[in-house]
C-alpha cells in the first residue's frame, strides 16, 4: 500500500511563510488535497486538486505538487491558521492520508 | 450549503458490531450525483478512510477494514450508513462521513465519537 509522508510539526511566525509538505510515490500522478482540522472540529478543505480554494478559503492558502512531493504554503500566516494540517490522495479506489503536521504560530 | 450529521451508539461492546448513520440535508438528486465516504480518527491520531459509497452500488473499503465493513444508502430517508462488525478497542474512533466532491471530501460531518469497550 502506499503512504504519505508529512513532518510531525511545523513552526512559524505570526506575517510569515508557513511550507507543509507531503511526500509520497502515489503524488507523482495522483492530485494532492489538502485539509486543515482544528482541536474538537472536524477536518476542512483548503485546497483540492494540488492548487485550487475551495469558496471561502483565503487566499493566502495555496498549494503545489511536483515530482512525488505537494506542498501546502500559508503566505502571511495568522495566529488563526494554527491547526493539524492532512494532505490526501488516492491510490487507485483507496483514499490515503498523510499522517499529519500540526502547525505552531509562534 | 450541504449539511451532513452523523448518529449512532457512542458506546459498543467489544466483538458487536458498529453501527452509524450519516444524515444528508439535500434532495436525493444529490445523493445520487456524488460519492459518499466514511473516515475515522482515533483519540488523538490521524485520519484513517474507511470506505466510500456510489448510489449505483459502486462500494470500496479500505484493504485493512474491507472484511469487517459495510457501506449502504437509504435514499428514502436521505442517509447512508456504516456497519463495521467484530470490534475491538482499537476501533474506537470519531467517525465522520463526507461528500466526496472530485478527489477530495467536503464537507464533512460533525463527526460522532464511538468508544469500544467491554
Known amino acids: 500500500s502506499y503512504e504519505l509522508t508529512q513532518p510531525p510539526s511545523v513552526s512559524v511566525s505570526p506575517g510569515q511563510t508557513a511550507s507543509i509538505t507531503c511526500s509520497g510515490d502515489i503524488l507523482r500522478d495522483k492530485y494532492a488535497s489538502w485539509y486543515q482540522q482544528k482541536p474538537g472540529q472536524s477536518p476542512i478543505l483548503v485546497i483540492s486538486q494540488n492548487n485550487k480554494r475551495p469558496s471561502g478559503i483565503p487566499e493566502r492558502f495555496s498549494g503545489s505538487n511536483s515530482g512525488n512531493t505537494a506542498t501546502l504554503t500559508i503566505s502571511g500566516t495568522q495566529a488563526m491558521d494554527e491547526a493539524d494540517y492532512y494532505c490526501q490522495a488516492w491510490d487507485s479506489r483507496t483514499a490515503v492520508f498523510g499522517g499529519g503536521t500540526k502547525l505552531t504560530v509562534l | ?118
Not at chain 2, 4 to 17: A, D, I, R, Y
Open chain 2, 1 to 118: 450549503q450541504l449539511h451532513l450529521q452523523e448518529s449512532g451508539p457512542g458506546l459498543v461492546k467489544t466483538s458487536e458490531t458498529l453501527s452509524l448513520t450519516c444524515t444528508v440535508a439535500a434532495d436525493s438528486i444529490i445523493i445520487s450525483s456524488y460519492h459518499w465516504d466514511w473516515i475515522r480518527q482515533p483519540p488523538g491520531k490521524g485520519l484513517e478512510w474507511i470506505g466510500t459509497f456510489y448510489y449505483i452500488g459502486s462500494t470500496y473499503y479500505s484493504p485493512s477494514l474491507k472484511n469487517r465493513v459495510i457501506i449502504s444508502v437509504d435514499m428514502s430517508k436521505h442517509s447512508f450508513s456504516l456497519k463495521l462488525n467484530s470490534v475491538t478497542a482499537a476501533d474506537t474512533a470519531v467517525y465522520y462521513c463526507a461528500r466526496r466532491y472530485t478527489d477530495s471530501f467536503d464537507p464533512w460531518g460533525q463527526g460522532t465519537l464511538v468508544t469500544v469497550s467491554s
